[in-house]
Nanobody, 123 residues
Framework: QVQLVESGGGLVQAGGSLRLSCAAS????????MGWYREAPGKQRELVAV???????TYADSAKGRFTISRDNAKNTMYLQMNSLKPEDTAVYYC?????????????????WGQGTQVTVSS
């Protein structure tokens, strides 16, 4: 199994910045794509940004120009730098990873979620 642990959430005023981290650990695996999603109260979970194994990035329109996703493959860690935060960015932010898990005689694809980290932006 693979564990994803997010950190870096908190309370910030509108216009401020936060940097989220997601660290992956566990059994023998390689990370393919990773992404950040968020879920606001009363709303469905939505994509914020994803980054491929080749560092190709994709952003939701709401995140373009304000958020930057990156990853450090040596540390199995992904980041989300969030600038110019708005009250509508308030949500629980979840880390997601698409991985290949290796066993002695086989391997398989799997998808994992972190436990989430709260981001609250006050007006």
């Amino acid at each position: 199994q693979v564990q994803l642990v997010e950190s870096g959430g908190g309370l910030v005023q509108a216009g401020g910045s936060l940097r989220l981290s997601c660290a992956a650990s566990g059994s023998t695996f390689s990370i393919d794509a990773m992404g950040w999603y968020r879920e606001a109260p009363g709303k469905q979970r939505e994509l914020v940004a994803v980054i491929s194994s080749g560092d190709t990035t994709t952003y939701a329109d709401s995140a373009k120009g304000r958020f930057t996703i990156s990853r450090d493959n040596a540390k199995n860690t992904m980041y989300l730098q969030m600038n110019s935060l708005k009250p509508e960015d308030t949500a629980v932010y979840y880390c997601n990873a698409a991985v290949t898990v290796y066993r002695p005689t086989s391997h398989f694809a799997a998808n994992f979620w972190g436990q989430g980290t709260q981001v609250t932006v006050s007006s």
